[in-house]
């Protein structure tokens, strides 16, 4: 997810009609949301782990965690489908928004077939890492521009989360063997040479944007700040998890609820009492309300939980792990295009409803 400053400033019908208009200078909604599914949402994957390593039952929770927060989270970025000015703009560029899809989860299975699946999780693992960097950046820039910071820091802040979760991510690479095999085929040194790579980077943009916050007029308002620390230390768990795809797990709660709660958020504000086809009223409604969004989400692990065990007990579980694979990398590639926001039609059916001009700071 990306964000632009160059939003529009007046208030749409729709997110008039969704009451939205809250009026929490530099928040995004208000201090207890923001807080609770943006800044502190890493502490629900601290709690996961602990309970991994704590409880008896620890593995069924991360079961649980899977079905509840992760697959809905992955699913939500066809929600971006249901809008009528979004299908709208889709269909102008069917390549991207149509068959893109097709062909990655085709390629999904073409390495699979070919037993070339270390090609498939390595992707996701390094991909994974830009996607939960961008979002990061992105949530940070609707703060800063809120609190009237200049644009020009969106760079320098992009690059320093990214390579500073990325250092994190490849410190203890050697903990995920598909990435770490495929990169020693080409040297035995060459797994190492990506923190080599992320660190010095990641200390050089971490100054540089200290610099540039230091010297901003207006100063840096509270939800930016803490916001940037949490998205910061987001990837802290590759530090001290050896199981690599348990740390991941516990670094994605956060990313996890913050996306349920930013595509929640916008298409509450953007759709709630609207009118336009059957499809954009029933997103509409079901994000109005926290009942029917509670039992789409609940429906939708469901199903994914059903679908899991028949593949299993149709004797083929590879082919609904193919389709988890090709899930996971088709939302990395759609939230590429969905929150594109330097493109105008993107921009102007995004950034009204997520940077509304009573929470911007005086």
Do not use: C
């Not at 923001?34 to 620890?58: H, Q, R």
């Not at 249901?82 to 560029?93: E, P, S, V």
Request: proline content about 6%; cysteine-free.
């Amino acid at each position: 997810m990306a964000t632009d400053a160059r939003a529009a400033t007046a208030v749409p019908p729709a997110f008039a009609r969704a009451g939205a208009t809250t009026g929490h200078p530099g928040w995004i909604h208000s201090p207890a949301f923001d807080l609770a599914l943006f800044t502190l949402s890493p502490i629900a994957g601290l709690l996961v782990l602990w309970a991994n390593y704590n409880v008896g039952n620890g593995p069924a929770i991360i079961i649980l965690a899977t079905y509840l927060v992760a697959i809905p989270h992955y699913v939500g970025s066809f929600t971006f489908y249901l809008g009528d000015d979004n299908l709208a703009y889709y269909r102008t560029r069917r390549l991207a928004f149509f068959v893109g899809p097709v062909v990655i989860v085709a390629l999904v299975v073409l390495l699979r077939v070919l037993n070339y699946d270390r090609i498939v999780q390595s992707t996701m693992f390094t991909w994974n890492i830009y996607h939960v960097a961008a979002q990061s950046a992105g949530i940070l820039a609707l703060y800063r521009t809120l609190n009237g910071g200049d644009r020009a820091e969106r760079t320098v802040a992009r690059t320093a989360i990214l390579a500073t979760n990325a250092t994190m991510a490849f410190w203890y690479i050697d903990r995920y063997p598909p990435l770490f095999d495929l990169l020693s085929r080409l040297h035995p040194y060459a797994p190492w040479a990506l923190r080599g790579i992320a660190l010095p980077i990641a200390i050089v943009s971490l100054i540089a944007l200290g610099l540039r916050l230091a010297r901003r007029a207006r100063g840096v308002s509270v939800p930016e700040w803490t916001f940037l620390a949490s998205s910061l230390l987001l990837f802290h768990p590759y530090l001290w998890v050896e199981d690599a795809n348990l740390a991941t797990f516990g670094m994605l709660m956060g990313h996890f609820i913050q996306y349920l709660a930013i595509v929640g958020l916008l298409n509450q504000r953007k759709y709630a009492g609207s009118g336009g086809s059957t499809r954009q009223q029933l997103l509409g409604r079901v994000s109005a309300h926290p009942l029917l969004l509670g039992g789409a989400i609940i429906t939708t692990g469901v199903v994914f939980y059903a679908a899991n065990g028949l593949s299993a007990a149709l004797g083929a579980p590879m082919v609904y792990v193919v389709a988890w694979n090709g899930l996971t990398l088709v939302h990395f590639y759609l939230d590429g295009l969905v929150w594109a926001l330097r493109r105008p039609q993107v921009r102007a059916s995004i950034a009204p409803y997520l940077m509304p001009p009573a929470n911007r700071a005086a």
